[in-house]
């Protein structure tokens, strides 16, 4: 049989890949856990938002959601947030307002050190992600959206695991979908993470130090000056942040400072 209206055996199972699912159990938290962010991810991803249960969530409400596959762009890229992906989950942010968010991800063994050594502050300005256990990694989401749409004491994470050969790690996975779930907010999740990766919550505290205030009070100065100036550019903006950067000793890279500015104009297109 022909399928028509051109679709292809691929678009099939692309459109198979997209899975979403909303539960509301009444007042609470909102929270949004995405997977298929880029890439072939979805393939992946798919599995942990189809086998989450859904018996660990109390209070509050929770969506979730698949993408197919599409193109693979770093969300550390302004223009990731151009693709259909990336607007669809700027739109999602926008309107469910999360306090509790959890990018899905997947990696290739073999940019396991990539994603974990420490000098990624340097290269790509940010903290490196942090294993728990059976090569499950987690860390902070894009600082470009990250201030944009989250309060500090929010919990905006990454949570990645091999893309394939997933079995032992996704138990990891989901165990850490379920704390989330679970919870009402981000000290409660960190508690619980620390009870069973000691080590692993207490980096990403020490991570968390070291990049929100100085990031934040950065994003905060510079968006209020673009508010007050219609006609701001790109340049007076990387001036302004380059200033105030040497004025507060907030200690940010020039990678950061350029994060800072696209973080702004995210938030001015939002
Ligand atoms: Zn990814």
Known sequence: MRISGGMGRRDLE?????????????????????GGVHGKESQTTIHALKKFSEKYIKSGKLFLQNFPVSTYISTLERRYYDTNTGREILDLLK??????????????PQNHFQLTHED????????????LDKGVLMGSISPIIRSVFFKKYDFPFILEMPCES????????????EM????????????KLEDDYPSAADKLRRYFVDFSDNFLILFEKTKGYALKNDSVD??????????????LDLNLNKIQLKQV??????????
Not at 121 to 130: D, H, N, T
Request: hydrophobic share 40%.
């Open 180 to 191: 989330a779930a679970s919870s009402e907010d981000r000290f409660s999740i960190l508690k």
């Open 261 to 270: 500015r696209e973080a702004v104009l995210i938030f001015l297109k939002a």
């Open 95 to 108: 309107k469910i307002q999360p306090s509790i968010y959890l990018e899905l991800h997947c990696y290739h």
């Open 120 to 131: 990624r502050k340097k290269e790509i300005g940010v903290p490196a992600l942090v294993e």
């Open 234 to 247: 790109l340049e007076d903006l990387e001036l302004f942040t380059e200033d105030l950067n040497g004025e």
């Open 14 to 34: 692309n459109m198979e890949k997209r899975f979403s699912r909303t539960l509301n159990r009444g007042l609470g938290p909102s929270r949004l856990f995405v």
């Open 166 to 177: 997933f079995d032992d790690s996704l138990e990891v996975y989901l165990k850490v979908m």
